[in-house]
């Protein structure tokens, strides 16, 4: 019996946006405040290049986050012949070799030398947000839980295998789609670790997988789930991510580069994933990172209906594929899934909530 509201603060840091929800169970999903704002690597690279046109050094601070359009603008300022001074953990964003990193041009040291200007690297702002939030009097809640999209590293091991370990992972520890949230994420996943070490006790969920769990916030996406099974997938800014679902199983985990889905991409791995036929192997020599079954995956075939989620889901216009709108709302889809992750952790913890973001598939009536 819940004796004061639940209030969560979730955040899905993408390569774009970071789409942000402060969810309050005593308010309808509709009134809760929402954000979409320029992710938070797209930040970081506006405050780079604002230095590289003033010809200033600049040195990296904080810690290891998302790159993309941040590591591009350190390449630019490198380019341009400035120097670029890092402390080690936020050198990690360019790459998880700092010898590699050190190639690049980048000095690793502890202090920032006199006259470079301090680039704070972060995924997730929170200063920024509570000042943000609390000029329109909204309190910064209690539970943090974030989404992140994250390749793992272990030293003398590539990225890709351990993307593709973790893709199993999420399936080993039950295949429940609502379980796929973390408390204690795996040792290897150095950006997820990353963000915990900055919001200590963060739950924390892959941008994937927090994304198709939102979905189900959608009556047609739910009730397809739900009688027959489907094929959700959530095409990003950055990854294309898939799971053969049924009920809240998860029978089979793909995942592909948005840079390289094309409408007859995506078609051959939805038919492919949707049939019982799609292999770890094909997916690789597709250029992706790779898929993660379950040992009954092909038997449980197949998986009728598609639902698509995701900024990049125009890709998938002419395959006529079912939009997801959860709530009423597509670019919550990640924050959605972040707040059902962290309802079922807090109801294994012990934590009687009764609640749910996840659509009802029978009318009251």
Not at 40 to 55: C, E, K, L, P, W
Not at 60 to 80: D, P
Not at 147 to 159: M, N, R
Not at 290 to 296: K, T
Request: a negative charge.
């Amino acid at each position: 019996m819940l004796t004061h509201p639940i209030r969560i603060l979730a955040i899905d840091a993408g390569a774009g946006t970071q789409d942000i929800l402060v969810y309050e169970s005593d308010r309808s999903i509709e009134n809760c405040t929402k954000l979409i704002l320029p992710s938070q690597t797209r930040v970081v690279a506006t405050q780079i290049r604002d230095a590289t046109s003033r010809g200033v050094p600049i040195y990296l601070a904080g810690q290891l986050m998302g790159g993309g359009a941040s590591s591009e603008a350190i390449e630019a300022h490198l380019a341009a012949g400035l120097p670029v001074y890092s402390a080690a953990e936020p050198a990690r964003t360019l790459h998880n070799d700092l010898e590699r990193v050190g190639r690049l041009g980048v000095e690793i040291r502890d202090t920032p030398p006199p006259g470079a200007e301090i680039i704070w690297l972060h995924d997730v702002d929170l200063e920024g947000l509570a000042a943000t939030l609390g000029r329109f009097g909204v309190q910064m809640p209690s539970i943090y839980a974030i989404a992140v999209q994250d390749h793992g590293f272990i030293a003398g091991s590539g990225a890709r295998e351990f993307r593709y370990e973790f893709l199993k992972e999420l399936l080993a520890q039950g295949g429940d789609l609502r379980d796929m949230i973390f408390r204690v994420v795996p040792s290897y996943m150095i950006r997820m670790r990353a963000v915990q070490d900055s919001l200590p006790g963060a739950l924390i969920m892959d941008t994937g997988a927090a994304a198709v769990l939102g979905i189900l916030g959608d009556p047609v996406v739910a009730r397809a789930a739900r009688d027959d099974g489907a094929i959700l997938v959530n095409i990003g800014n950055m990854h294309t991510f898939a799971i053969a679902l049924r009920g809240m199983r998860v029978y089979g985990i793909a995942e592909h580069h948005s840079g390289g889905i094309t409408p007859a991409v995506l078609s051959h791995l939805v038919d492919q994933l949707a049939g019982g036929r799609l292999t770890h192997a094909e997916v690789m020599e597709m250029g992706g990172h790779g898929a993660a079954f379950v040992p009954d995956y092909a038997a449980s075939a197949p998986f009728p209906t598609v639902a698509i989620t995701g900024p990049n889901r125009a890709i998938a216009g002419e395959l006529n594929y079912y939009e997801a709108v959860p709530h009423g709302d597509m670019m919550l889809s990640g924050p959605f899934g972040l707040v059902e992750g962290a309802l079922r952790l807090l109801e294994r913890e012990g934590h009687e909530t009764g609640l749910s973001l996840i659509a009802p598939t029978k009318s009251p009536l």
